[in-house]
Nanobody, 125 residues
Framework: QVQLAESGGGLVQAGGSLRLSCVIS????????MAWFRQAPGKEREFVGN????????YLSDSVKDRFTISRDRAKNTLYLQMSSLKPDDTAVYFC??????????????????WGRGTQVTVSS
């Protein structure tokens, strides 16, 4: 089993930055892909991007690729999402997710077996 816990959300003004963290515990050796998703009020969950936990290949969706960066620190079992130039449209609950398999650029929620509870990001205009 893998447990995930996000942190770092909060209220930020448009144009600002935030860094989200996701700490992984449990059977961390089984993790192959980590991903970030987000869900805005009244909308479906949206794929933000993912990273190969072993070799650190990353993929970001077109909506965020010029503003967000995904990284990881294997020694700390922590996944990061660095967000900059934030917009009100980025307001959402952000979730990290994990898979035991390499999910190259996969946006499918069903490809990720483990999920955190999410952290709220609110961007004011």
């Amino acid at each position: 089993q893998v447990q995930l816990a996000e942190s770092g959300g909060g209220l930020v003004q448009a144009g600002g930055s935030l860094r989200l963290s996701c700490v992984i515990s449990g059977s961390t050796i089984s993790v192959n892909t980590m991903a970030w998703f987000r869900q805005a009020p009244g909308k479906e969950r949206e794929f933000v991007g993912n990273i190969n936990w072993i070799v650190s290949n990353t993929y970001l969706s077109d909506s965020v690729k010029d503003r967000f960066t995904i990284s990881r620190d294997r020694a700390k079992n922590t996944l990061y999402l660095q967000m900059s130039s934030l917009k009100p449209d980025d307001t959402a609950v952000y979730f990290c997710a994990a898979s035991q398999y390499w999910r190259n650029q996969s946006p499918k929620e069903s490809d990720y077996a483990y999920w955190g509870r999410g952290t709220q990001v609110t961007v004011s205009s």
